[in-house]
């Protein structure tokens, strides 16, 4: 699913939304779009490479576990592009902080956000509310 909108004027509030299963990029993409936020919803993370742009997104929440790509490759490759984004990732699995700060060398974070699912949506907004404060 990629999301519909046209706009591509840089938002301080644009969100790149990547995960494999369509009922979750909806989900949290109609709840972010509830809240203010601009966001691109993507299931294929090939696809979402190939349109992420320099200085377009303030946030990329990433899944970890996807077919053709996983999330830590595709950070990578996002830092590549743009090094500035906050990353966060989402997980149904047990990932340590530590685990994902060695898979993605480049993460500047110093505490990455995990997101674990299952998560309610409001919890969900929540975190990526504090997490650009």
Known sequence: ???????TKSSPYRILLVDDEPDITFSFNMVLEDYGFVVDAFNDPLLAL????????????????MPKMNGFELCGEIRKIDDKVKISFMTAFDVQEENVKAAVPTLNEEK???????????DFVSK????LE
């Open 50 to 65: 190939s349109s992420f742009k320099i200085g377009l997104y303030i946030m990329a929440i990433i899944d970890i576990k």
């Open 112 to 122: 990455p956000l995990i997101i674990r699912k299952p998560i309610s949506v409001d």
């Open 1 to 7: 699913m990629q999301s519909n909108r046209d706009d």
């Open 128 to 131: 990526v509310k504090e997490e």
